[in-house]
């Protein structure tokens, strides 16, 4: 059997770029007479933009640390030892670079037991361990705590979470067993599946704490100190920790139960991690932590070696990097600065627009509507929502009255724009609407100003053709909830300038959405997709398949809702319009359904009512439907959705709708709220073998998302 070190030293090879950990010891005497103390500082030596991970090099200087303290603690020369982060961060998990790059089994497998024998020396050394946790920790930064004897938490620390099912993972390297044995069963759940695949939601300091993961909390400003001299206090024996007793009866079971129904109502199980963390968690109810930790080893090479995580590492990268660095974006140099904002509109949807606009960039936001009470109403959603901020502590009272004082209404264009910036307009989605207005904007904007429409559908160009200076209008195209989701589809007119498109893009920057280059082409990137795909279940129901057969069929996919409840969030009419838009450019591939036109006219809000609290077909749609009599399985339907999307998809590759596939995957996930374990959709096409069926080649290449050859 290798020890510890040569399977660290093996799996090292595998990860050449490795951002490696150092594992700093250092010793100190105690307060309180608790004798001396020896502290592990986990640090990679880079400010707290680059957060500290373990690859196998990084366990490997812990395991050496590790090494050090257990030979003080049994010749006694130290009653303890502490482990602790670099300022802001203790540790975010496992590096995820090296990851991708595995090929075998064997050495996924490395990975998770190298993992475990580290970490579990922290728990069977001569004398207690505590974990600080002074900063950021996720995964296998929260699991090395989990191994210690008691833990400390930051009141100041801003995100903790054990996000691995989010990404096609479990908990690995003790999360799935030590916790449900820490804070039971039910607490456990929430973190490891409810929190994770709620978009990977984080906690804080104080829920860490009354959660019971940690056993004190501490100020941020001298929380080593204060975490040290409670250490004292607990070696000296002033301090005594108790902790609640676990349940592990009838409360166990139903909370695996509760898990399973969460997972089941996120991803339909179409995607395996939550399940495999689920049954670790069910087994660790009888305590054996080791056999836990076999199990985390085989559930964790059996993920890696799967195309869910690595179409969750492809996402994740997406989001984080490519994100962060749009494709074809002009150089940021060329941007003007914004100092005041103008909103034609003041509907909902332009009253969120400027609420983002004045949080965000906090300078002067004007709206503009057609009469007094609509403005009046639209100021009014803004100073309501900074009301709430104010309620929930977000904002302090200067700065809630400094914000609401910046929001203003005109019915006038020339007084509330001749000094505007940035100029977004979203009214009536109605091409000579949009060219009226921006002819009233242009005559009274200043000429530096950048005309930003928030059309979902119609032409750029188009809208900006009657315009004396057409180069400075861009498509700003945002999605519902606009504070919610993060993706702005910017989109080039034919004659937009480089200046007016970097500008767009400092200002996506300034109000942190993930902003991706799009062609002006018909419904851009999001809506195009969706429509198509929203058509193809829409016609196999004109054609005959029942309702229910059709929904069903895309269950496998793990959406956050299905299509019909989906069109109901966004509005049938809208629905309905986009489809009209796409019909009249691509006749051949979108038709007009009669039934959701018929829906739309009898002014039906969605296919569905909720008497029972479970969506049920409203009979009046029922009655509303003329439907064929060709009737579709789930397989069939599922099918001919999927070949029509990878169909569309390649069609926009071959337009330059976007630059690349990846593109088209960020805008999904960030867009569409698409799932991580799709790595939003060619992926899966790739993986389903969907895209060569259709186009005659993947999307992606071997080894991008999916286990390399």
């Known amino acids: 059997m290798s020890t510890t070190a040569e399977l660290l ?65 049994a010749e006694g020369q130290i009653t303890g030892v502490g482990l602790t982060g670099k300022p802001f961060i203790f540790a975010v998990g496992a590096d995820l670079k090296g990851v991708e790059l595995l090929k075998r089994h064997e050495d996924a497998l490395a990975i998770g037991k190298g993992g475990h024998e580290v970490f579990k020396r922290l728990s069977s050394l001569a004398v207690p361990t505590f974990a600080y946790y002074n900063g950021a920790a996720m995964g296998g930064g929260v699991e090395a705590g989990l191994h210690c004897t008691y833990r400390t938490v930051s009141k100041a620390l801003p995100a903790f979470s054990l996000p691995e099912v989010f990404l096609g993972l479990v908990p690995g390297w003790g999360g799935c067993t030590i916790l449900p044995n820490l804070i039971g069963a039910d607490k456990a759940v929430s973190v490891i599946i409810e929190n994770s695949l709620n978009q990977n939601k984080q906690l804080k300091g104080a829920q860490v704490f009354d959660l019971g993961i940690a056993d004190a909390i501490f100020e941020g400003a001298d929380f080593l100190e204060q975490s040290l001299s409670w250490t004292a206090s607990v070696l000296n024996g002033s301090v005594t920790v108790e902790r609640a007793e676990i349940d592990r009866g009838e409360a166990w079971d139903q909370a695996v139960a509760r898990g399973r129904f969460i997972a089941d109502s996120k991803v339909h199980g179409a995607a395996p991690a939550a399940y495999r963390a689920l049954d670790i968690i069910e087994a660790a109810k009888d305590a054996d932590l080791q056999k836990g930790f076999d199990a985390e080893d085989v559930a964790l090479a059996d993920l890696i070696m799967g195309g869910e995580l690595r179409s969750g590492i492809y996402a994740f990268n997406l989001v984080q990097k490519r994100g962060k660095r749009p494709a074809g974006a002009p150089d940021k140099s060329l941007a003007r600065p914004v100092t005041k904002v103008g909103v034609v509109g003041a509907g909902l949807m332009a009253s969120q627009l400027a609420l983002l606009f004045l949080r965000r960039l906090e300078v002067p936001v004007v709206l503009t509507d057609i009469d007094q009470e609509r403005v009046d109403k639209g100021v009014g959603y803004v100073h309501g929502e900074i009301d709430k901020l104010l309620g929930k502590g977000r904002v302090n009272q200067d700065k809630a009255n400094r914000l609401k004082a910046m929001v203003t209404g005109v019915l006038d264009k020339a007084e509330g724009f001749s000094d505007a910036d940035f100029i977004i307009e979203a009214v009536f989605e109605e091409i000579g609407v949009k060219q009226q207005v921006f002819a009233e904007v242009e005559a009274v904007a200043p000429e530096h ?18 315009l004396k200076h057409p180069e400075r209008v861009v498509g700003f195209h945002f999605f519902n909830p606009v504070a919610v989701l993060p993706l702005l589809e910017i989109v080039r007119g034919e004659q937009t300038d480089d200046a007016s498109l970097a500008t767009a893009f400092g200002v996506a920057k300034k109000l942190k959405k993930t902003a991706v280059l799009v062609k002006d082409a018909p419904a851009f990137v999001v809506n195009r997709i969706l429509t198509r795909f929203m058509g193809e279940i829409q016609n196999v129901i004109d054609e005959g398949t029942p309702v229910a057969t059709a929904e069903k069929a895309v269950e496998p996919l793990g959406l956050p809702m299905s299509p019909l409840v989906l069109l109901e969030l966004v509005g049938p009419a809208i629905g309905l319009h986009v489809s009209e838009t796409l019909n009249r450019a691509f006749p051949d591939r979108f038709r007009v359904s009669p039934n959701l036109k018929a829906v739309v006219e009898a002014g039906k809000r969605g296919f569905y009512v909720y008497d029972s609290g479970k969506p049920e077909l409203d009979p009046e749609v029922a009655a509303l439907l003329k439907q064929g009599d060709t009737v579709l399985t789930e397989e069939q339907v599922r099918a001919r959705v999927l070949e029509a999307v990878a169909q569309e998809i390649g069609l926009m590759l071959d337009e330059g709708v976007v630059a690349e596939a990846q593109d088209i995957d960020l805008c999904l996930i960030t867009g569409a709220g698409w799932p991580f374990h799709l790595g939003g959709i060619t992926p899966y096409l790739d993986r389903e073998g969907v895209s060569e069926r259709v186009n005659g080649k993947t999307f992606l290449q071997p080894g991008t998302a999916s286990v390399p050859a």
């Open 449 to 466: 100003a950048i005309l930003a429409t928030n059309t979902s559908s119609l032409s750029v160009t188009e809208m900006a053709s009657k």
């Open 9 to 73: 030293k093996g799996a090292a090879e595998l990860f050449p770029d490795e951002v490696v950990t150092q594992a700093h010891v250092r010793h100190f005497q105690l307060p309180a007479g608790a004798g001396n103390f020896a502290l592990i500082t986990l640090d990679n030596g880079l400010d707290h933009t680059k957060p500290t991970t373990f690859g196998p090099q990084s366990l490997a200087n812990l395991n050496a640390a590790l090494d050090q303290v257990e030979k003080e603690a």
